[in-house]
């Protein structure tokens, strides 16, 4: 379980990136974030990651609270999945999957690729969870399509048995039926491995057709937390409607991605 309590964040320049926000995040929950840019979204996804540590307030993951101490400890309870990616194009399927357990693997079996055979058979049904077959186990990630590369991520990022997996846009440069089946994808992981998912989107139809619960942010703050068909078309424009395209994007103040 996933828990904010007052959690505030001020950046050196003065910036208010994220303002008094409280949310308890159940396991299996679908969580979409909304917001226009600037909004707070990546730095809220920061700091669940341990990236950004808040200046107010408490944020805790399964009970372990965030600090500078505990940072590491709520690093291993969090997946990612990266708007980038980031698999390694030479390596396998299989051993891209793998690499989710690298902190936990030792140096010696990461360098040489050795793997206790429990972890690559867990490998092994998380791509069949995400729709890969056997035949795609060792092929190299390079010569994957884009859906495909984004199945492995889903693979990868619940390869730690994480408490929490976070998002980033992970279907930006997909086409809207293969948008769909990824979206669909994570859904069925997350509640099938009772894990809690935050995932910013850009597409509202996406938010409202798979959101189990939809958290938009304007200005730091929480405009609005509901089910999707709480959030009807007045709040959908009301939220981006004061938006500023042209101010700086306070998202990302760290240089860093969720």
């Known amino acids: ?59 805790s993951i399964g009970g372990v609270h965030l600090s500078r101490k505990t940072r590491s400890a709520i690093q291993r309870k969090v997946g990612m999945i990266h708007q980038q990616l980031n698999l390694i194009p030479r390596l396998s399927v299989l051993h891209n999957v793998l690499t989710g357990i690298l902190p ?71 086409d809207p039926a293969m948008s769909r089946s990824v979206l669909q994808s994570l859904k069925t992981a997350a509640q099938h491995h009772g894990v809690a998912v935050l995932c910013t989107l850009h597409q509202m139809d996406y938010a409202l057709e798979f959101a189990d619960r939809i958290i938009a942010l304007r200005a730091g703050e929480v405009f609005f937390d509901g089910r999707p068909d709480q959030m009807d078309k007045a709040t959908q424009e009301e939220l981006y409607k004061l938006a500023k395209p042209s101010a700086p994007s306070t998202e990302n103040p760290e240089q860093v991605a969720a």
């Open 1 to 59: 379980m996933l828990q904010f309590n007052s959690v505030s964040r001020v950046f050196d320049d003065g910036t208010r990136a994220v303002n008094n926000v409280s949310l308890r995040v159940e396991k299996g929950e679908f969580c979409v974030l909304l917001g226009p840019s600037g909004a707070g979204k990546t730095t809220l996804m920061n700091m669940v990651n341990g990236v950004v540590i808040p200046d107010s307030g408490d944020l």
């Open 104 to 174: 936990q693997a030792g140096f010696l079996s990461s360098l040489v690729k050795i793997f206790p055979q429990e972890q690559q058979r867990k490998a092994c049904q998380l791509l069949h969870e995400v729709g890969l077959e056997e035949r795609h186990l060792y092929r190299r990630a390079s010569n994957l399509s884009g859906g495909q590369q984004q199945r492995v991520a889903i693979a990868r990022a619940f390869m730690s048995s994480p408490e929490v997996v976070l998002a980033d846009e992970p279907v930006a440069s997909l």
